[in-house]
Each structure stands twice: as C-alpha cells, then as structure tokens.
C-alpha cells in the first residue's frame, strides 16, 4: 500500500466502496478523472464536463457468491466463472463504475471467498470504482478487512456500512440490510433510517437511487422494515429507484411511482426461468435504461432494454 494511499485513508472500517489500479492491485482512492467520485474528494479541477442530458453508463450487480473454492458449484451453476464472464463483459466496454448489491460471498463471508472475488476483479475491472453492499452471506469484518480503501464518501452508522456516490446524473445511496450472516432476513434498522431520512432531506433534488441487498416482499427471509423504509421515502420526490438483489430473480415493479428494481444473481438461480448475470444501466436525468446481460440460467431475455422514466418532483 502506497505512502499517499496511507496519507488519504479515513477510518478504514468506515467504506464499503473502492476503487483499485489495475497494475498490481494497489488501492487507490483516486478514480480517474471525469469517473464516479465520492462526494468527498470530489475535485472540480479533475473532473471533465458532463454535457446534460448525456447518458451516464453504470453497470450493476448482485449476489455474485463467490466461495474460497473456484469450482463452488449449485444446481449446476459455477459462480466464479459467472462473474470471470461478467467481469470479462464489463471489460470489454469499461462503465463509469460498478455496483454490487451484497451477497459477495458464497455463504458466510470467509477471506478466501473474497481473495477470490479480488482475483476476478483486479486485472478486468479493477481500473473503475465498484461499490459494495453487505449481503446475509457477507460477514463484515472480513468484507472490510478485504476491502479496506474507499472510493465512495462513508456515513457514520454505528455498525452499519453506508456509502454516497456522486454518479453523475444521479446520486447513489448504498445502505447496510445485513442483520446476521447467514440467516436470510435483513434489517436497516432505525438509526440508519434516521440517518436516511436526514441525510435525504438535506442533499439537493438530484434524482436519488437507493441501493442495498434485502427484496421487499412480506416473508420473514426479506426486509424486515421494508414497510418503514416504504414510508419513509415516498413524500420525498428525489428518491426515484430501489435496487437490490436477495431473492435472484430479475424483477421491475413500483411502489406508488418509485422503481424497484431486483437484479438477477451472478452466481446461481433457484429456478431455471431465471438469467444470470448483470445489468447495464445507461442512467439519464429524467430516468434510466436497463440493459440484461444473462451469463448463464435462462438467456432468452440477454440483451433486453427496459426503460425507465423517474417519477416527477
Ligand atoms: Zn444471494
């Protein structure tokens, strides 16, 4: 780790994004200029005009469950090689940056399950910040150790994870669902709501993507304060898109204009109606396209675009 890397660091458990060189894996916390940045370092000098109204490309991610051992395997499926596709696609046409929604690891967070996660990432992706959200599978002092140098602003949440990105046409939020690894429900919990609800009230009008692990539905295994999160955010017009993974099933639906968006696991489905892979998204002010990119499980969707405007203020 480089002298100015030291020199940069915040608290190193106080992130969950960051953003990687390609040459050697060094951590940097200095994305290239005119990338993603976190409202904290953000630097006008550096960072290239935006022309208005010009897409902003971003690729997303979720339940990638990548275990110590490459050859994991569930119901067929091998998710190490889903995500050396997945990494190899993003690759090939490099996004502003990355953003995964929890459930990085196979089961229960163990340090090899993300050395390997780091393996597929460093010489593919590693050029462009990836933002990470704690899943149910993720243990979270192992996440962090793992994870250590932040690209994203970290938001103080006693025991809780929560990073802000300033992505161009609109902000992300990544929140902290998980409760306990390896049980399958999930919490926010209520200071990191108040910590939402403040933060939200607080930033500009700039349309607000809310990203983190838990789907919505009313089961046990699901999110247990959904209703709350719900609540909370529908007087507040900015915030105009959920997007979380959990249930490994690609879904869109709304909850009274607000988008929620389920993204299809990397590693394995539990059907085999389901795609694996992940989602481009070519983010605009007024609203957002979402383009499949199956790996494996059902491709017949691979390639579909699914618009979606932004609710109005
Ligand atoms: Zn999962």
């Known amino acids: ?15 969950l994004g960051f953003s990687l060189a390609a040459a050697g894996g060094v951590i940097t916390l200095t994305p290239r200029p005119g990338a993603a940045q976190d409202e904290k370092t953000k630097d006008s000098k550096t960072q290239e005009p935006r022309s208005a109204g010009q897409p902003v490309r971003w690729a997303f991610l979720s339940d990638t469950h990548i275990a110590a051992d490459a050859e994991n395997n569930y119901r067929g499926h091998y998710p190490y090689r889903n995500l050396e596709k997945t990494f190899a696609q993003i690759a090939s046409d490099l996004p502003e940056g990355i953003v995964v929604t929890g459930d990085i690891a196979r089961l229960t967070g163990q340090v090899g399950d993300y050395e390997n996660f780091k393996k597929l990432l460093i010489p593919s992706v590693g050029k462009r910040p990836i933002y990470l959200a704690l899943g149910n599978h993720d243990q979270r002092g192992n996440f962090l150790d793992a994870f250590e140098t932040a690209a994203g602003q970290a938001q103080a949440v006693k ?19 998980l409760f306990l690894t390896n049980e399958t429900s999930g ?3 209520k200071a990191q709501r108040t910590w939402l609800q403040h933060y939200l009230q607080t930033c500009d009008d700039k349309p607000v993507i809310l990203f983190f692990h838990h ?17 909370l955010i529908q007087p507040i017009a900015k915030v105009k898109a959920l997007v979380y993974g959990h249930s490994h099933e690609y879904a869109f639906s ?39 990119h199956a790996v494996d499980g059902n491709r017949a969707m691979d390639s579909r675009i699914t618009p979606l405007p932004w609710r109005s203020r």
Do not use: C
Request: aromatic share 8%; net charge negative; no cysteine.
């Open 1 to 15: 780790m480089s002298e100015g890397v030291e020199h940069n660091r915040v608290t190193r458990r106080q992130f």
């Open 159 to 177: 025991g809780k994870h929560i990073v802000t990105v300033d992505a161009g046409p609109a902000r992300f939020v990544l929140l902290d669902s």
């Open 187 to 189: 919490l926010l919990g």
């Open 215 to 231: 789907s919505l539905r009313d089961e046990d295994g699901e999110l247990l304060d959904a209703p709350r999160l719900l609540d």
């Open 254 to 292: 709304d909850y009274k204009g607000i988008h929620l968006i389920n993204l299809p696991a990397v590693g394995y489905s539990f059907n085999d109606r389901e795609p694996l892979g992940w989602v481009e998204v070519r983010l605009a002010g007024d609203g957002g396209e979402f383009v499949l």
